[in-house]
Structures are given as structure tokens and as C-alpha cells.
């Protein structure tokens, strides 16, 4: 039995057009977020580079929080 839903691929000589994919979420320092797990908070510092995370302070904690930001919302 299959747990995880099936992924569709488009073929290539499909007439229909790809569904595109969601553009990145993109965080400046200072932006007010949202996060699923740990409440609301707000942007200290952007990483840049590969593994571009995100620090964010949350008011009792400071949470580094890693690509993808699945969890993570902006206000």
C-alpha cells in the first residue's frame, strides 16, 4: 500500500502545459513572520549562498530555519 501520494510528471509531447512551480519565498531582515511551530517573529539575519536559512527571533527563542520555507510565512 502506497502512503505517499503519486507524483505527476508531464510528458514531453503533452499538449497541455506544465503547472509551474511556486516561486521562492524570499525574507528581508525585519519582515514580521508566521511560523507554524513556533508563532510569530520576526527577521534578524539572511544568509546568502547555498543553504540560505534565515534567523529569526520569536521573542523566548531565536530559530535558524532552513530552505524550504514550508513552515515559515510572511505577515
Given at each position: 500500500?502506497?502512503?505517499?501520494?503519486?507524483?505527476?510528471?508531464?510528458?514531453?509531447t503533452s499538449?497541455?502545459?506544465p503547472r509551474?512551480?511556486?516561486?521562492?519565498?524570499?525574507?528581508?531582515?525585519?519582515?514580521?513572520?508566521?511560523?507554524?511551530?513556533?508563532?510569530?517573529?520576526?527577521?534578524?539575519?539572511?544568509?546568502?549562498?547555498?543553504?540560505?536559512?534565515?534567523?529569526?527571533?520569536?521573542?523566548?527563542?531565536?530559530?535558524?530555519i532552513a530552505?524550504?520555507?514550508?513552515?515559515?510565512?510572511?505577515?
Amino acid at each position: 500500500m502506497r502512503k505517499t501520494p503519486a507524483v505527476r510528471r508531464p510528458l514531453p509531447t503533452s499538449p497541455f502545459k506544465p503547472r509551474p512551480d511556486a516561486p521562492p519565498k524570499l525574507f528581508a531582515v525585519g519582515d514580521r513572520v508566521s511560523h507554524d511551530k513556533y508563532g510569530l517573529g520576526r527577521v534578524l539575519a539572511v544568509e546568502d549562498g547555498a543553504y540560505a536559512a534565515v534567523l529569526v527571533d520569536f521573542g523566548t527563542r531565536q530559530e535558524r530555519i532552513a530552505p524550504p520555507y514550508a513552515a515559515l510565512f510572511t505577515l
